[in-house]
């Protein structure tokens, strides 16, 4: 187990925050986990630390969103992110982690722009089976590299304008799916030692709790500022990336 208390410092609220995201508060917010727990372990180690505790987190946010989600949008996203998880797995020793943070902030970036230069809240699209098994496949993907995969979701279920609690729903089966087949991978690449796994287990109680906030925070504030929030953090998320994968690139 690691004993580094500046590692729970960081750790803590990257577990805090990814699980109120789970329970429908914040949005892309939950993209700083990894990054803030890498200021203490390797972002690979954090990503595995992660992972138990986020197969937790989606059996208490399938629980608050017991049935309310659209199972239209799933079976059009989630057999291409099996095929995303298939190739995160056979590609994991090959792309760097650099090179995935630049794809998925140029992809934020450039949606939210998209969404705030246009039709912003008035675009609404239908779900559909090219676009959803293109965006679940790329969710699967960066979920599987660093547990990236909600803004590729946001990109394609955002503008189908969504009651908020069957969006967050929705997010929360379709992550459950993900995680849990992502362990068959993980456990394969020889991710989940003794020290990940008690540690994770130590983290454990933050997880629900991080939910339930979320899920009561989300039923206290309107849909349009549910969307508004997912969208300035989506934002604010890829410039991030983009600025850490551009730096991480030019470093020697």
């Known amino acids: 187990m690691i004993t580094d208390p500046f590692f729970y410092l960081c750790a803590i609220p990257a577990v805090l925050v990814f699980a109120m995201a789970k329970g429908g508060f914040g949005g892309g917010i939950a993209m700083i986990s990894v990054p803030l727990m890498s200021l203490a372990v390797p972002p690979v180690q954090a990503a595995a630390i992660l992972l138990p505790l986020l197969v937790v987190m989606d059996g208490a946010a399938i629980w608050s969103f017991r049935g309310q989600w659209s199972r239209e949008n799933l079976i059009r996203t989630l057999p291409g992110a099996m095929l995303g998880i ?33 039709s912003g809240l008035k675009a609404k699209t239908e779900a559909s089976l090219i676009a959803g098994s293109f965006w679940g496949a790329i969710a699967g993907f960066t979920s599987f590299g660093i547990h990236a995969g ?7 279920l955002l503008p189908q304008r969504l009651d908020k609690i069957v969006l967050m729903g929705t997010f929360a089966l379709f992550f459950a799916v993900v995680n849990t087949v992502k362990l068959i991978p993980y456990t394969w690449l020889g991710q989940f030692d003794g020290t990940n796994l008690f540690t994770s287990a130590v983290l454990i109680p933050v997880a629900p709790i991080g939910v339930r906030l979320g899920y009561f925070l989300l039923h206290k504030i309107s849909e349009e500022l549910v969307y508004r929030i997912c969208y300035f953090f989506l934002m604010l998320i890829g410039l991030k990336l983009l600025y850490e ?5 030019l470093s020697p």
């Open 86 to 118: 298939v190739a995160g797995t056979f590609t994991f020793h090959y792309l760097s982690e650099a090179a995935i943070r630049l794809l998925i902030g140029f992809i934020c970036v450039t949606f939210c722009l998209n969404y705030w230069l246009r």
């Open 150 to 156: 909600g803004p590729p979701m946001n990109i394609y």
């Open 245 to 249: 994968g551009g730096l991480s690139l």
